[in-house]
């Protein structure tokens, strides 16, 4: 039996966001209705409404988000009614191919995400008899959603859900280009441009990581004061200054041309812009041996 929630929809690529009724199904066989309480705004979803990324449309907005599971669907076993979970824009069945050799960002199950479809190839969200995907096959900004249960993880329900929410795209996407794509390790001097939701969460994980020097650059005053906050070691607003903090730090090296235990500190480069302009050059940020991740930025989100 379907219900009537209230969602925020974009009709077509250009039009605004709009608040409206929609009728959602109940969740079918290894799917679960979340009833949210904090959704995030990422880049990404400002991207679809103005057409700059590919899109099914009309779609409920909303990849980023944290609720409560109100019902479950026949074969569920990852989570229960009651349950506190967030949303991954990315879902991981654990038995594919790419998830069962550690890619789970290539899982199958997330081959709908500009559409909006789920496997069966039908949809839930559903508005005067037409079919609305939600991205990611999510829809987190809708009041509820069903939604596969690969694509939510129980947390402590001590954790806020306006702060578990940002941990469903901006945080690990952050953290993930220093920690993982760029493998910053103990020692490396790390250059991060532009210190939005996506860059600040950058910072963190290179200092985490054990950065010796971590340099913000970003133009905005009040995004290098709280790139401070969470870890950077210096902060410029424009990147010909910190390129000579960083020619004279590291004795002109920037970076080594290989990793090898015992080399010197190696300088990374990693852009948390948007995409809108190209990466800063290589001299900017990192010498030959360097990496450059582009990652697109997101500013700080509420829930």
Known sequence: MSMTTRAAICRKPGSPWES???????????EVRVRFHAAGLCH???????????????????????????AVGEGVTRVAVGDHVVCSFIPACGSC????????????????ASTGMFPDGTFRFHLD???LGGLCVLGTFAESAVISEFSCIKIDDDIPFDVAALVSCGVPTGWGSAVHAAGVRAGDTVVIYGAGGVGS????????????????VDPVAFKRE??????ATRTFADAATAHDFVVETTWGELACSARTPGSCAVTWSISCRARTTSPPPGPR?????GC????????????
């Open 129 to 131: 008899g037409e079919d």
């Open 285 to 289: 940020g990192s010498g030959p041996g």
């Open 20 to 30: 409206t009724d929609v009728e959602l199904d109940e969740p079918k066989a290894n």
């Open 201 to 216: 969460n950058a910072v963190q994980g290179a200092r985490m990581a054990g950065a010796k020097n971590v340099v913000v």
């Open 97 to 112: 191919r790419y998830c069962s050799t550690g890619r789970q960002n290539l899982c199958d199950a997330g081959k709908n």
């Open 292 to 303: 450059c991740c582009d990652t697109p930025s997101a500013t700080p989100r509420s829930g």
């Open 44 to 70: 990404s979803d400002d991207h679809i409404q103005k057409g700059d990324a590919a899109m099914r449309f009309p779609v409920v907005g909303g990849h980023e988000g944290a609720g409560v599971v109100d």
């Open 226 to 231: 709280m790139a401070e906050v969470f870890g």
